[in-house]
């Protein structure tokens, strides 16, 4: 009878374990750093495909709290993939600001995929590292 329990509880468990899908995941790069006087090209990162377009994807943005000891801020946005000049008016999720060693986080409809995607840049001539933790939001 106690086994019998025991089996009914861990089928219990494992299927609230798979009832919502995992959909996390943490993507790491660079921005390149521009050239003295002139602004640096922002970087396009693609999302992978969330599991329903019925939900939001919490964005949360961090870089490192100095970086070869130059001031900087790193800026993000949501916006088309083919924009000639992202961050521009009519963006998803409005030009952001994060600041050095802080996170920043904003929530974003899952619709956008695949047409729309994170666009990143900064303004120094040096290389600038990034963190974007991405979650599902049912």
């Known amino acids: 009878m106690m086994k019998t329990a025991i089996k009914a509880v861990m089928l219990g468990v494992a299927a609230c374990a798979f009832a919502a899908p995992a959909f996390a995941y943490t993507l790491t790069g660079t921005i390149p750093g521009g050239v003295q006087g002139k602004p640096s090209k922002s970087v396009a990162i693609q999302l992978q495909k969330p599991p329903s ?3 939001f994807l919490k964005l949360t943005v961090s870089s490192p709290p100095v970086n070869a ?5 790193v800026t993000f946005c949501v916006d088309f ?10 963006t998803t999720a409005a030009l952001s600001l994060v600041v050095p060693g802080q996170q920043a986080v904003v929530f974003i409809p899952t619709y956008i995929y695949p047409k729309e995607v994170i666009w990143i840049g900064h303004g120094t001539a040096v290389a600038v590292p990034y963190i974007v933790d991405v979650d599902y939001i049912p």
């Open 53 to 55: 377009t019925k939900g």
């Open 69 to 73: 000891n130059v001031p900087y801020t």
């Open 81 to 90: 993939a083919s924009a000639a000049y992202p961050c521009s008016t009519g």
